[in-house]
């Protein structure tokens, strides 16, 4: 099944005028519904685009409308243990916020207060249906990601730490947020109060686009536990309100709102492709790229996915709503595997094994179903599925596969009933892991090791750094980094009060790893990461171009453009593509702005835009060749013990040396130099593929200053690599 995706065009605000409205919904045919959206080509007003959706509502459409259609006939499936995902995404001001949580008067209430009241209803259903021997047990977690950041926001800011939570990546390879507070939910009342005070928490600030625009991505997560009798299934549902993607030629945004609106681009940037390669059918999907599409993960949730776009009716939204259109309807393609979660059985604690209360109840379980959002044993489930189609080929497989720890299956009938829970079934079902204490316990069925892995338990423990592949050491080290980046935050949280909580044992060797990993997430190293962003968008650019999608191409050259201001071919391209796509009236030209800019730095003393100015200044040096050539803007580095490196003279031996193997493109030899990796001499050697056909071919670095400036590099990496080169100096 492929995600659903429909459009909601909102109303025009007090304002707005009639006469600036260009989008509408239509029918595929006379008196149908609306499945499309129409929007004239801005190269000439007279064509119109279509976009065609799921479904699409228009200006008029109630929140009960778009609630009933496109968020009610999915409760039946939580129920039935599918995991439902329900994101808005849009241009700033296009109504996400309103259409995900509405306002306060009940015909104004969005997605989220209907969904928790409709879960609420069906969950006392089934509980009175089933004469109380069905319990529904809701909670909830809610967090956003604000500058590429997670902060919990069930948790007052103040408790935040600056850092913000840790993602890591389960072993069945789904991502969740380390540490993050699960509060239980009893009723619509409970629900509202504190979704009231964490939206509190939650960052908006006024922009020119939109008076409480969200700075952030909000993620709200409904875990719905069902327990009868000793069965526990669950399942969630989460309700996204993306960010709004902005034009800061439009914004007049200061710093803080401009950082803010990076972040925000460059996450949706980051979807937009993960939507575009995964309906091309990559291999490669850039999820790891932002926070926002790991935890996403569009396309690899099971379960099923609902995308609403947002979308205002105007003129001034033209090229933007382009875009959003461009993305969402690539995301119609997205196939997601419809799989409900498995049922499980509660097993009775046994002796000796730990409670709740103890430090090992906070770790992660070992179980996929225990804390994971979205979490299915796919594999399992398929080879349960087999066998019983072995044993019977006419016998139609069933839906879904039951467990118990006595290897006892259960009825169809029976499984395939809704099941309730109390707040004790997750418990229960964390007593299971097996632990250092409980030697004789076994572990469920859903994470059973193969034969080749069994290892007897007495000798397990002893043995495990030996039996452990790369993989587990990896994962293990990235657990052991979530759980030290979640005791940090939490000791940041509590102040002066020290973590009492013990770190288990890491054998040697991983804890140097670990080590290593905790310096690079400190070191400047990520700087460089992100400074390879700017050449992302240009590679993306590129793409673009050479599909013919110019529109999307001038999206990824004006992002470019946020790392690389001032590059005057790069601007020169934005403006061509501009042109070429009609808007021969842009707001405000990128080149215009730039120059206008550049024309600020010197009159405009003001403090705060002296400062953005800064900080832009800092990535512009850092790429642009031609930036370089101005001495007023060159950063000044003098080596201790090398002769001066950046200047515009003639390159010396050694210089000419390196700038010699740099330019053979090849691997292997800058792989060579000192201090050049793997990753660094791909990168570099993309940089030059990348400049060469940006410039007919040539693409050759000429001095050690343009080499500094190669995104992913910088002064030191250079210095490294020349003082690290045999050749007697002069
Ligand atoms: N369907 C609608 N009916 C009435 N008003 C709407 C509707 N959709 C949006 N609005 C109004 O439009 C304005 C912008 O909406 P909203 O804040 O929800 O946008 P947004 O897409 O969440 O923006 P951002 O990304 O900046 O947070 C608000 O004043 C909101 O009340």
Redesign the pocket.
Known sequence: MSVRVVA????L?DKEADKDTIVRADSAEPGGPHTIVRIPNPRNEAEDFSFAFNSVYD?S???ET?FTSEVAPHLKSLFQGFDVTIF?Y????????????G?LKLA?RGVIPRLLSGVFRRGKKITKDSGGKTTVHVSLSYYEIYNDKVFDLLEPPENRSSLGLPLRAEANGKTVVAGLTERACVDLKDFEKMYIEANNNRV?AA?K???????SHAILRVKLTQVTGDMVRQSTASAI??????DNRRTDNGKERLVESAA?NKSLFVLSQCIEAISRGDKRIPYRESKMTRILSLGQNNGITVMIL?L?PLRSYHLDTLSSLNVSSRAKRIEVREIENEVVFKQVPKQGSHSLASGNAQRQPLRPLANAHNVHNVNAAAKDKEKEKEKDPTKPVKAFSVYTDKVKPVTASLATKPIANSSQARRSTLSKRPSEHEPTSRPSKLARPTAASLVPPSTAAGSSSMTVSAAQIEAMVEKKVSEVLAARAAAEKSAQQPTTQAQPDVNEAVQKRLEALERRIDSDEWRDDSKSDGLRYLLAARQHKERGNDLAALKAYEMALAYFPGQVKLMGKVERLRARLGMTEPPRSPVRSARKKRRDRVVDSEADYEDAEADVEEDDESFSPAVLKSKSRRRKVKPSGTPQLFTDDEPDERAQKLLDIVNSRDVARIRGLVGFGAKKARGLVDYLELVGAEEDGAGRIESLGELRAVPGLGGRAVERAYEGLMVPVV
């Open positions: 909601r065009i909102r109303p605000l200006q459409t109630t929140q778009l808005a849009g241009v700033t001001g296009t109504g996400k916020t309103h259409t995900m949580r306002g104004d908006t922009t686009l939109n008076a409480h625009s969200s700075r309100d993306l960010a709004g993607s902005e925000i947002n205002a």
